[in-house]
């Protein structure tokens, strides 16, 4: 999967070399609400919530026809997920409220390559994109009667050492509006094909997904 990945996206940045008539550029920025796909022992975790986040980036469009295209992406965005739960339980006679909330926050240097389809002032777009993760940190913090606990760390990456693999490899899709020439709006959900977890196998996998709303401004 990872030679594939690399593959299509060497053949759209070759032919875009010399074969398209047009270029335009532009950026972005919006939120994201992000969730890792995990499975421990074989068994999905179904508590994991979606965070919200945000991203930001620039892009090319090579256009090939009125209603083809295919558009490179330098983006930063925040990936990873949530846990978040609350409690009351009576002891001796006394009701004793609990809060617990957990983030698993990713910071990715994202290159995409999407194959773009124009209708009008509406597009779709869909291609592969390659992940590179810069900074992760986990938080949580647990309130139980008037107490409160925090806890911070940052997330080591590696293959062989880290708690999680530093590239991640997907497939993002999305679809957009050109509210004129330079203004315009798309959302779009990126799904991870890369197992993440830093010992991970089939049984124990982490894989990021996540949706995405921006808007776009182009030259």
């Known amino acids: 999967m990872k030679k594939l990945g690399f593959a299509l996206m060497g053949l759209l940045m070759i032919s875009s070399t010399g074969a398209f008539a047009q270029m335009s550029f532009g950026v972005k920025a919006g939120l994201n609400y992000s969730n890792n796909i995990m499975k421990y022992d074989g068994k999905k975790d179904k508590d994991a919530k979606f965070k919200p986040g945000f991203n930001i980036g620039?892009?090319?469009?090579?256009?090939?026809?009125?209603?083809?295209?295919?558009?490179?992406?330098?983006?930063?965005?925040?990936?990873?997920?949530?846990?978040?739960?609350?409690?009351?339980?009576?002891?001796?006679?006394?009701?004793?409220?609990?809060?617990?909330?957990?983030?698993?926050?990713?910071?990715?240097?994202?290159?995409?390559?999407?194959?773009?389809?124009?209708?009008?002032?509406?597009?779709?777009?869909?291609?592969?994109?390659?992940?590179?993760?810069?900074?992760?940190?986990?938080?949580?913090?647990?309130?139980?009667?008037?107490?409160?606990?925090?806890?911070?760390?940052?997330?080591?990456?590696?293959?062989?050492?880290?708690?999680?693999?530093?590239?991640?490899?997907?497939?993002?899709?999305?679809?957009?509006?050109?509210?004129?020439?330079?203004?315009?709006?798309?959302a779009g959900y990126d799904l991870g094909l890369s197992n993440i977890e830093g010992k991970g196998n089939k049984d124990n996998s982490t894989k990021n997904s996540s949706i995405n709303v921006s808007v776009t401004y182009k030259f």
Not at 69 to 83: C, D, I, R, S
Request: glycine fraction near 12%; charged fraction near 30%.
């Open 58 to 186: 620039a892009f090319a469009d090579f256009e090939l026809s009125d209603l083809l295209a295919v558009e490179a992406g330098l983006n930063v965005e925040t990936k990873g997920h949530m846990y978040k739960d609350k409690d009351e339980e009576e002891i001796l006679g006394k009701t004793y409220k609990s809060k617990y909330k957990a983030t698993a926050n990713l910071v990715y240097v994202t290159v995409p390559v999407d194959v773009k389809l124009t209708f009008g002032s509406f597009y779709v777009l869909a291609g592969p994109y390659v992940g590179v993760a810069a900074t992760g940190k986990a938080k949580s913090k647990t309130e139980f009667d008037g107490n409160t606990e925090k806890h911070n760390e940052s997330l080591e990456f590696g293959d062989d050492h880290g708690e999680l693999k530093r590239l991640d490899l997907g497939l993002g899709f999305g679809a957009g509006y050109e509210i004129n020439d330079n203004l315009g709006v798309r």
